[in-house]
């Protein structure tokens, strides 16, 4: 559904920068169980994947998530389709917050909102999107 591996996201895992609902964790027979994940942890994995593929490095990302978290106090899925307090856009290399009220941020550095004038470069809406398996037909 993400595009993402088991490994990517054991990766991901391990360094923190995006943990599962339920972790994975040792049993009595030696092996280990499976990383559970909620529809709206899913929808986020879809949106980083989509990010990733893009060329967004790990470190962007982890930054992305820092600033909604702590400047916004939102996760991202609160930031992707309407109705949220805020809606994410990709503008070539970068990603931008318009909130509610208009303002808009740069999310490499949002603590002061951007001022806008003129025509810049076309903003395309971040969105949750499924991945389609190599070789199934929908």
Same mark, same amino acid.
């Given at each position: 559904?993400?595009?993402?591996?088991?490994? !990517?996201?054991?990766?991901?895992?391990? =360094? %923190?920068? +995006?943990?599962? *609902?339920?972790?994975?964790?040792?049993? $009595? &027979?030696?092996?280990?169980?499976?990383?559970?994940?909620?529809?709206?942890?899913?929808?986020?994995? !879809?949106?980083?994947?989509?990010?990733? =593929? %893009?060329? +967004?490095?790990? *470190?962007?990302?982890?930054?992305?998530? $820092? &600033?909604?978290?702590?400047?916004?106090?939102?996760?991202?899925?609160?930031?992707?389709?309407?109705?949220?307090?805020?809606?994410?856009?990709?503008?070539?290399?970068?990603?931008? *917050?318009?909130?509610?009220?208009?303002?808009?941020?740069?999310?490499?550095?949002?603590?002061?909102?951007?001022?806008?004038?003129?025509?810049?470069?076309?903003?395309?809406?971040?969105?949750?999107?499924?991945?389609?398996?190599?070789?199934?037909?929908?």
């Amino acid at each position: 559904m993400t595009g993402l591996s088991a490994r !990517q996201l054991q990766w991901w895992d391990a =360094r %923190r920068l +995006f943990v599962p *609902a339920i972790r994975s964790h040792p049993t $009595a &027979a030696g092996g280990f169980t499976e990383r559970r994940y909620t529809a709206m942890d899913v929808l986020e994995l !879809q949106v980083l994947a989509d990010l990733r =593929r %893009r060329g +967004f490095s790990v *470190a962007q990302i982890r930054r992305l998530l $820092a &600033a909604l978290r702590d400047q916004f106090g939102i996760r991202l899925y609160e930031a992707i389709g309407e109705g949220g307090p805020m809606a994410l856009f990709l503008g070539g290399d970068r990603i931008y *917050a318009r909130m509610e009220d208009g303002q808009l941020f740069d999310m490499e550095r949002p603590s002061e909102p951007l001022l806008m004038v003129g025509e810049g470069q076309p903003l395309r809406p971040v969105t949750a999107r499924a991945r389609k398996r190599k070789g199934v037909r929908s």
